[in-house]
């Protein structure tokens, strides 16, 4: 799982710089991701 996250972090940074996503932007969907994979684990 802190694989996961570790990759997914220098993914999106990747992606960032590429097509110039704000950081707020990216911290919705992180956080959106996040809080889905979350209630995946806990069912």
Do not use: R
């Not at 990747?14 to 979350?38: H, M, P, Q, R, V």
């Amino acid at each position: 799982m802190v694989v996961c996250t570790i990759l997914f972090y220098f993914y999106q940074n990747s992606l960032e710089s590429k097509n110039g996503f704000t950081n707020f932007k990216t911290y919705i969907l992180k956080a959106i991701l996040f809080n889905n994979i979350d209630a995946k684990l806990n069912k």
